[in-house]
Each structure stands twice: as structure tokens, then as C-alpha cells.
């Protein structure tokens, strides 16, 4: 296709002029900038991952042994904010960066000097969040969800809000920058309904964000006037409401839990077929599910909030709605399956990924499921049983569709392959540890221990205990993916191929590995069957 | 009768531990008829002990088992696909990608079985909301970090018994950072009670329909009693309602469920639930003991008497 005519501009690099500094922070290149959110994302996953340990050593046993309970709190808080904000949206932002323009036919984003400052703003946002925990009266320790009036009774609630106003402006002109790149870029002949399910994905993850980060802004900023402008929003004795921020945070926050969510969606679409060497079952059932999907998120926000009092009405409307997003999940995780039936497989790193994700996933959304359920939520809810649900589907989920994209593509980026013997060590480790780590979560949960607590009844011993030793082991699962990453960019002596998987299909890697710094400087021609996800004809 | 209870307890806690794991884990999810606090190994809800809370408990079970036979179904199609149609065994790809009938019908049937369970759900919700008909009121209120109850009404006639409740001491000086003292060794009654037990426990009466009001005074807490079959957040400014009607006499241990602060994890609930009889012959010491000299202080004194008017103002707005 359009190969040869952009290895004839391959001359035309000229990052290799450029300094340390001008090359990375005065990017305007779309892997450059890729790239740049990749290692940010992967060092906040280890500071992240570093509190979760602080969380889960304390755990180890009954009785209070290493923090003060404040201190525990900052890290549960700390923890999900760092992992959310800071790991995973980031992760996702990263990986549509690079391919999203690679996959369409672009030369690179959109608006590329937009792209440098929205991944430029991160770095501030986060040392502003992370350096109140070295501040007098410490972190914010009120949970991610920053709830009022407890949120407010932190020292560090004006240093989180503007680092969430920060993390905002930065996701919205990223999310801006995505729509831009998708609606306007693409080379001639790439139809919408012919872009790949990953393209997709992000599209509608794009308008989920700049629909619900501005929500989330103006309740952050409600806390705000609330603490230092006596303003009374969320304070009863003003005539304020504590359950209003709880409608408006989780306006944003259900869609915000998809925006973890359908990227991943895309990534494991991508991937499945390539290694069942088969076109993606159902496509534009796939596409529809993720709509569907994202739709659906906004009008089930109360689900997180059954036990607050809802009126009856509000309750079953809620139940009903969540309930409903069993059926477009469902269908995805149906089509993945049927999209491996009849195909001819093969178990490279980033397909054990995805199987683990199609297996895992489905067990956070069971539990989803159950959670829906009101009169069972009055159990469940705030239990451990909470914590396993939402660690399966954003870590077994989220983050295994990060790593599977990341032993994807990462041949493509570098030019070299990873090690295929380490890819799976650090596969068997991760899938195994990661459910000694959250499945005996359910049991504690269903027992009836609370979550967000430092210490607990001798009765919840045991599977607090292996939990841990769970973590401790997942944890250090993660240096062997540093390690194979490390040796992958620098060390790995193999070339990775242009196809680099015999089943790959799509415009990235028509590319030479590593692409051009251009990727698509001209169009190239678009041939059904070279599509990503197969030639469909429905 | 609560000795007994209790002496069932202990033979019972005795047994489970000669069993081994596997045994323990059996109990844990089949043996929960009469704990219905929690016990190690516990991997199943509690049946709990109230006229409501078998509903949770099978509900619970009905959408586990649903959950359970689909994802025999669609892993073990995957492992099927996973061995039969693998490149080593000189798998040639299929060209199809799509097969109407098969997509209708795996659309329609998770909404047959989502219709099912929305069912019982709504059915059990139904029963939950109806707080009307109660013969007793319980004012339940958070603070950080410790509950305050107030008896509101029993049988129709105003009560004024009213008590803080918090952690009892012998957990709270366990639980400090490096305390060196043995969770193990917190007991009460043959109980292990490690930050399950308090210095005043909401004493109520067994076949009797208790409302709850609960509210907060500062931050936004949770009231969860897992035998109880329920949680209700308790937040500053809003009277949330709920009810139960206990069956068994018994301790049942539960705590706060929404984070409060530094010491959420320490200020847990105990609900003892003994006969009316014993129940009638409590309040009686409580009263006596409140009435000659006025022990209280102005503004808990107060409060009984702001309690009854709140109820009776969500009364009138439920009305």
C-alpha cells in the first residue's frame, strides 16, 4: 500500500537534530508525545502500585502494625486517584496517540502543539497532588470520591481540586485533539464504518470525556467555595445538600469508569483477530455495544449511591438501567468469543492478555451485576465485595488490556521484539497473583468487612492474609514488565518485522517498525481486506 | 435464653476450627444458618436473622448461580475454541464474521434472564421500603467517631432512653499502632470481638417491627449490620428511614460502612436483640436510672425531644 511512498520520506526525519530537551518536551509528534504518556503512565502505575502496597502490608494481619489510620486513608485515596488519573487515562491517552493516526492514515494528530500541552500539564498536576503528602497536615484522605463534608475537612483540598482542574483541562484537549484527529484526518476511503474497533472506541470515549470532565470541574470547584468561600453547596446547616456532590460526582464518575473501560474494549478487538488469525465477529455489533454503552453511563450514576436514601422510584429506575448494560457488554464478550471459534490461534504474550481480560472482565462485570441489585448492594455496598469488583475490571481489565496493547504494539514502536520468554513469564505471574490478590476480596466483602478500614475483626484474617501475599507477588510481577520493556527499547537485538504478527491486519503496520516520524505524510489507499478487524460485508 | 444462644456459638466456633480448611470453607458458605456474625472462612453472605433478610441472602444466591452457569457456558465455549481451533493443531481460519440469528438470540436470552432477576429484586426492594406499621423507633446518629441512639418510641408510647455507643476499650487499646497487644486475645462471651464490640450495645426487642431513623452530625457514616439484611447511609441534614423485625435473640456485630475519617474503622454497631420480655424489663432500668437525677446533660437532654419532632415532621412528609 502507502509503504513504499512513505519510506521515501523517511530522509526527511529531522528529530535527530534535536536536542534531549527539543525532542521531548517541545514535541509536536504524535509518538514522541505517545510515548511521553506511556512512561508517565507507567511510573504513576508504580507509585500507585507502591501505595496499594503501603495498603495491603498493613492488611497483612489484624492489629495496627506500620501506619497511623490517617495515613492509611491518604494512601487508599492517593492510591486511586494515582491510578486512575494518573495510570490508566493517561495509558489509554498514550496508546490512541500513537495508533490512532497510524491506524487512520494520518500523518500525525490533529492539533499537535495542543497535544504537547496537554500531556505537559500532567506532570505539574501531579506533583501538586503528590507533594501534599509531604505538607503539614498531610494528603487528602477523604477518598477518591472526595465526599463532603469529610473531603473538606482536609488541609489539602484546594492543592487536589486544582490538580483535578488541572487533569481535566489536560483530558479534554486531549479528548478534543482525538475527536479532531478522527473526524478530519483520515485518508480518503477510510469510512467511519471501516476504522478500526480500537479508533472507535476512543472516539466515543473522546465525547464521554469532554461531556463529563467539566461536571466533575464544577463539583471539585463547589468543594472549593464550600471550604474557603463559605459557600454552602454540600453543607446541610446552610441548606446545602451532602448527597447533591454525590448525584454531580457520579454524573461524571459512571461515565468515567467507561472511559477506563471501552478503550480497553477497542484494544482486545484489535488483538483477538490477530491472533485467531479471523476477522472480528460482528463488527458493527461491536461498534453499536460501545455506543450503547456509553449512553447507558449516563443515566446510571445512582447505582453507586443506592444506600443513601433514594426514593423507591429512583432505585428501581437505576436498577433497571444498570441491568441493562449487561446486554451490550454481554455481546461484546460473546463476539470476542465467537471471533476465536473457528479461527486458528496462536498464544503470543498479548493474546494470553486478552484472554485473561475476556475471562477476568466478564468476573468483575458478574459481580457487576449482582451489585446492581439493590436489596443485595444494601449488603454488598462499601464491603470488600465492592473493592473485588472494581480491582477485576480495572486491573484484569483496564490494565491487562494497557499490557496487552503495550506487547501489541510495542515490536511496531521499536523496531525490535520484546522477549516472547519474559512477556509470558510476567503473563503467568501477573494472571495468577492478580487473583490470589482480588478473588478472596469477595469472600471478605460478602462476610461483611467494610472497605476503606486499616484494621479489621480477627474473623477476616485469613483472606486479608493471602490477599496481601497476592499483592505483594502481583506487585513485583510489574518489575518483570519493566524489565522486559527495558530490554525491548534498548537491549533486544531482534527486528521486529512491518507485519510483525502473521495475523495483523490494518493500515499501522503497513509502516516500516519503527513508522517514519510522519506516519502517513501520503494518503494511503485503502483495501477492504487489509482492514483491521477483516473484510466485513454486512 | 442468650446464654444458650451464645453456648451454641462457642460449640459450634469450637467444631469449626478441628475441620480444616476444607471443611471450614464448606462451612463458611452452606453452615450460616445461626452465625450471623462473621466467621473465618466465611465465603457467603449471611442468611441474617430478620423477617427481611433471607431476601438479600437469596437473591444473592439466584444471581451467583445465574452468573456461575453462563460463565461455565461462555468459558468453557473459550477453552473449547481455545483447543479445537488452535494454529498448532493446523487450524484454517473461518472467513465468516457475523451470523444474525446467533447475535438475536444471545441478545435476547441475557434479557430474559435480566427481566427474571429485576423481578425478585423489585420485589424485595418493595418489601424494604415499607417502614410503615412499626411498633418501636430507633433515632440512629453518626458522629466521628462513635453512634448515638435514641429511643424514640415503643409500642406507641414516647420514649426518652438515649446512649453513645463506641468502640469498647479493650479493642480501642488493642487497635493503636504498635500497641503490642493480641487481637486474638479481644474476647467477650467466647467471641472473638476485635473492633466488633462496644461499651453500650442498642439493645432492642426480637418480633417487633423497629424503624430506624438515621442521620449524621458531622460527616456522612453508614449503619450496616449484616444480620440485619441492610446498610443506610447516615448523612448530616437527611433522615433516612429503615426497618427490621429480628427473629432470633443474639449479639449481631456490624460496622460503620462509609469513610468518616481517621478512626472509620473504629466505630462499630452491636444490635442485641433479646425476648420482649427482657426487653421491657432494660427499658425499665434505663428509665430509672435516666429519671431521679437527670443525669444527662443539657444538650443530650434536648435531643430526644428534637428527635421525636423530626420523625414526626418525616412522618407527616411520607404521610
Not at chain 1, 492539533?111 to 504537547?116: D, E, Q
Not at chain 1, 468487612?449 to 479489621?456: A, F, L, Q, V
Request: charged fraction near 10%.
Amino acid at each position: 500500500m502507502a509503504h513504499a511512498a512513505t519510506h521515501d520520506e523517511h530522509h526527511d526525519e529531522h528529530h535527530e537534530h534535536l536536542n534531549f530537551f527539543q525532542r521531548w518536551v517541545m514535541s509536536t509528534n504524535h509518538k514522541d508525545i505517545g510515548t511521553l504518556y506511556l512512561v508517565f503512565s507507567l511510573l504513576m502505575f508504580f507509585i500507585g502500585g507502591s501505595f496499594a502496597m503501603v495498603i495491603r502490608a498493613e492488611l497483612f494481619k489484624p492489629g495496627l502494625q506500620l501506619v497511623q489510620p490517617y495515613f492509611f486513608n491518604e494512601m487508599t485515596t492517593m492510591h486511586a486517584l494515582v491510578m486512575i488519573f494518573g495510570a490508566v487515562m493517561p495509558a489509554f491517552v498514550g496508546l490512541g496517540n500513537w495508533m490512532i493516526p497510524m491506524m487512520v492514515g494520518a500523518p500525525d494528530m490533529a492539533l499537535p502543539r495542543m497535544n504537547n500541552l496537554s500531556f505537559w500539564i500532567l506532570p505539574f498536576a501531579f506533583a501538586l497532588m503528590l507533594s501534599t503528602l509531604f505538607l503539614p497536615g498531610g494528603g487528602p484522605a477523604g477518598g477518591w470520591t472526595m465526599y463532603p463534608p469529610l473531603s473538606i475537612q482536609s488541609a489539602s483540598t484546594a492543592y487536589v481540586v486544582f490538580a483535578i482542574h488541572l487533569m481535566g483541562i489536560s483530558s479534554i484537549m486531549g479528548a478534543i485533539n482525538i475527536i479532531a484527529t478522527i473526524l478530519n484526518m483520515r485518508a480518503p476511503g477510510m469510512d467511519l464504518l471501516k476504522m478500526p474497533v480500537f479508533v472507535w472506541s476512543w472516539l466515543i470515549t473522546a465525547f464521554l470525556l469532554i461531556a463529563v470532565m467539566p461536571v466533575l470541574a464544577g463539583a471539585v470547584t463547589m468543594l472549593l467555595t464550600d471550604k474557603y468561600f463559605n459557600t454552602h453547596f454540600f453543607d446541610a446547616a446552610g441548606g446545602g445538600d451532602p448527597v447533591l456532590f454525590q448525584h454531580v460526582f457520579w454524573f461524571f464518575g459512571h461515565p468515567e469508569v467507561y472511559i477506563m473501560i471501552l478503550p480497553a474494549f477497542g484494544i482486545i478487538s484489535e488483538i483477538i483477530p490477530t491472533f485467531a488469525r479471523k476477522p472480528i465477529f460482528g463488527y458493527k455489533a461491536m461498534v453499536f455495544a460501545i455506543a450503547s454503552i456509553a449512553f447507558l453511563s449516563f443515566i446510571v450514576w445512582a447505582h453507586h449511591m443506592f444506600a443513601v436514601g433514594l426514593p423507591l422510584g429512583a432505585e428501581i429506575f437505576f436498577m433497571y438501567a444498570t441491568m441493562l448494560i449487561a446486554v451490550p457488554t454481554g455481546v461484546k464478550v460473546f463476539n470476542w468469543v465467537a471471533t476465536m471459534w473457528g479461527g486458528s490461534m496462536t498464544f503470543e504474550t498479548p493474546m494470553l492478555f486478552a484472554i485473561a481480560f475476556v475471562i477476568l472482565f466478564t468476573i468483575g462485570g458478574f459481580s457487576g451485576l449482582m451489585l446492581a441489585l439493590v436489596p443485595a448492594d444494601f449488603q454488598y455496598h462499601d464491603t470488600y465485595f465492592v473493592v473485588a469488583h472494581f480491582h477485576y475490571v480495572l486491573v484484569t481489565g483496564a490494565i491487562f488490556a494497557i499490557m496487552a496493547a503495550t506487547y501489541y504494539w510495542i515490536p511496531k514502536w521499536t523496531g525490535h521484539m520484546y522477549s516472547e520468554f519474559w512477556g509470558k513469564v510476567h503473563f503467568w505471574n501477573s494472571v495468577v497473583w492478580v487473583n490470589v490478590l482480588f478473588f478472596p476480596q469477595h469472600f471478605l466483602g460478602l462476610a461483611g468487612m467494610p472497605r476503606r478500614i486499616p484494621d479489621y475483626n480477627v474473623a477476616f484474617a485469613n483472606f486479608n492474609m493471602i490477599s496481601s501475599i497476592g499483592g505483594f507477588l502481583f506487585g513485583a510481577s510489574q518489575l518483570i514488565f519493566l524489565g522486559v520493556l527495558i530490554h525491548c527499547v534498548w537491549f533486544s537485538k531482534k527486528k521486529a518485522t512491518d507485519r510483525v504478527w502473521e495475523g495483523a491486519r490494518g493500515l499501522e503496520w503497513t509502516l516500516s517498525s519503527p513508522p517514519p516520524h510522519h506516519s502517513f505524510t501520503i494518503a494511503p489507499v485503502i483495501h477492504d481486506e487489509e482492514l483491521a478487524h477483516g473484510h466485513v460485508e454486512d | 435464653m442468650r446464654a444458650g444462644g451464645f453456648g451454641k456459638h462457642g460449640i459450634r466456633f469450637r467444631a469449626k476450627q478441628a475441620f480444616g480448611v476444607a471443611g471450614l470453607m464448606a462451612l463458611g458458605l452452606f453452615g450460616g444458618t445461626a452465625q450471623a456474625n462473621p466467621q473465618p472462612g466465611q465465603l457467603n453472605l449471611t442468611p441474617g436473622v430478620t423477617t427481611y433478610s433471607h431476601i438479600p441472602y437469596m437473591l444473592n444466591n439466584v444471581a451467583l448461580g445465574v452468573c456461575v452457569v453462563i460463565g461455565i457456558l461462555v468459558f468453557g465455549a473459550m477453552f473449547i475454541a481455545m483447543f479445537r481451533f488452535r494454529k498448532s493443531r493446523g487450524a484454517v481460519p473461518e472467513k465468516w464474521s457475523h451470523n444474525t440469528t446467533v447475535e438475536i438470540i444471545w441478545t435476547a436470552i441475557p434479557v430474559v434472564i435480566l427481566i427474571s432477576l429485576a423481578w425478585l429484586a423489585t420485589d424485595g426492594l418493595r418489601k424494604f421500603s415499607d417502614t410503615t406499621g412499626s411498633q418501636m423507633t430507633v433515632k440512629v446518629t453518626g458522629y466521628q467517631w462513635k453512634w448515638r441512639y435514641d429511643y424514640v418510641d415503643y409500642l406507641g408510647k414516647p420514649l426518652h432512653v438515649d446512649f453513645m455507643s463506641k468502640l469498647d476499650d479493650q479493642s480501642n487499646a488493642t487497635r493503636q499502632l504498635d500497641s503490642g497487644l493480641d487481637p486474638y486475645a479481644v474476647k467477650a462471651d467466647g467471641e472473638q470481638t476485635y473492633l466488633l464490640n462496644v461499651d453500650h450495645p442498642l439493645v432492642v426487642p426480637i418480633h417487633t417491627k423497629i424503624r430506624f431513623v438515621i442521620t449524621a452530625d458531622d460527616v456522612i457514616h453508614s449503619w450496616f449490620v449484616p444480620a440485619l439484611g441492610w446498610k443506610m447511609d447516615a448523612i448530616p441534614g437527611v433522615i433516612n428511614a429503615a426497618w427490621t423485625n429480628i427473629n432470633t435473640p443474639g449479639i449481631y456485630r456490624g460496622q460503620c460502612a462509609e469513610l468518616c475519617g481517621q478512626d472509620h474503622g473504629f466505630m462499630p454497631i452491636v444490635v442485641k436483640a433479646v425476648s420482649q420480655d427482657d426487653f421491657a424489663k432494660w427499658l425499665a432500668d434505663q428509665q430509672k436510672a435516666a429519671t431521679p437525677p437527670a443525669p444527662a446533660p443539657a444538650s443530650t437532654a434536648a435531643a430526644p425531644a428534637q428527635a421525636t419532632a423530626q420523625v414526626a415532621a418525616k412522618q407527616s412528609t411520607q404521610g
